[in-house]
């Protein structure tokens, strides 16, 4: 079963085009990353996914539920993060989560458990009774997603999740993420223009840029798409005869030396070093040093993302401002 499918989408705001023909799917159980820079169309997916907007043309599924045609049965499997303060300040963890389960309609006999089992998941169970405007940014955004779970979603969805956090707080909120993700099978869908969250928590990644998916796949399958993983030697005894020997070997796609250099382009460095590192010891090349690079996450977003037309100004303002929101509670 898809969690999420999607064909030739497209969302004019009036005259502003925020969506063009984007098509993917994601399959359930994943942890999906929307990664994309500021006005990319992000937010514009999500709401249409969960149903709060209407797409101009295309269709999405939600579960196999059509986001226009039955978007009584998708809201009934979705929960929905938004990216500015969803909770109130003036009240406490509790109080916020017994006016949610009676907004979703939670039956009165089992509000009492879904709101427990939702705080504990969350470890906010001592801290419940406390006003929320005492509270962290990590505990709002924790209190957040303890809203948004106690329907028991098949799927959450999460507007810039940790955008604001501190490490240790964007850390502890992607730990009870990825424990929801594997121990209750919920599927995450988030967005972000955070590429070490993508690459960190995501099992895949759909780039995207203008209103266009440029790219989707693993961290792994984005990274070696934009180029090989290099292997630089330095060593002594280095000849020709090595270079073709190496340029050879599995794995490889060229090899160069210049004067004690050795510079190897490689698909998979790791599998690569090892029949490299034999060949040079058999041919008795003395190596003093060996190191590797990867193509980074950023380097993917570079090549997907820019170059794309005018990407909007990342909105420093808009950022400052939830940020503000999400300190002061
Ligand atoms: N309600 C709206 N009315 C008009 N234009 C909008 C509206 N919401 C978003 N847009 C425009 O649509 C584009 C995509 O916006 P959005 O989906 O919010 O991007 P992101 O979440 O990736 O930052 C941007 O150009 C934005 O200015
Ligand atoms: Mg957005």
Known sequence: MKAIEVK??????????????VSFSVDEGELFALLGPNGAGKTTLMRILTTQIDPTS????????????QSGEVRSQVSYVPQEMSV???????ENLLIYAKIYGIPAKKREDAIQSALKTMDLQNVSGRMVNTYSGGMVR???????????????????????LDPSARKTVWDKLRWLNRNKGTSVFFCTHYMDEADLYANEIGLI????????????????SVSN???????TGLDSGIVRGISGLPHITGARVTG?????????????????????ISTGVKVKSVSSSKPSMDDVFLKYTRGKGKEQ????????????RIRKA
């Open 209 to 224: 840029s203008k209103g266009r998916l440029r790219k989707i796949g693993t961290a792994e399958e984005l990274k070696s």
């Open 229 to 235: 993983e290099t292997i630089t030697i330095e060593a």
């Open 8 to 21: 030739n989408l497209s969302k004019k705001y009036a005259t502003v085009p925020a969506l063009k023909d």
């Open 260 to 280: 004690k250099t050795l510079r190897i382009m490689a698909i998979n460095s790791d599998e690569a070093i090892n029949p490299v590192m034999n060949l040079l």
């Open 58 to 69: 295309g269709s999405a599924k939600v579960f196999g539920n059509d986001v226009r045609s």
């Open 88 to 94: 109130w300040s003036d009240i406490t963890a509790y």
């Open 313 to 324: 100004e990342t909105a420093i303002a808009d950022i400052k401002r939830a940020r503000d």
């Open 142 to 164: 924790k209190l957040e997603i303890a809203s948004a779970i106690m329907v028991e979603p098949k799927i959450v969805f999460l507007d810039e999740p940790t955008i604001g």
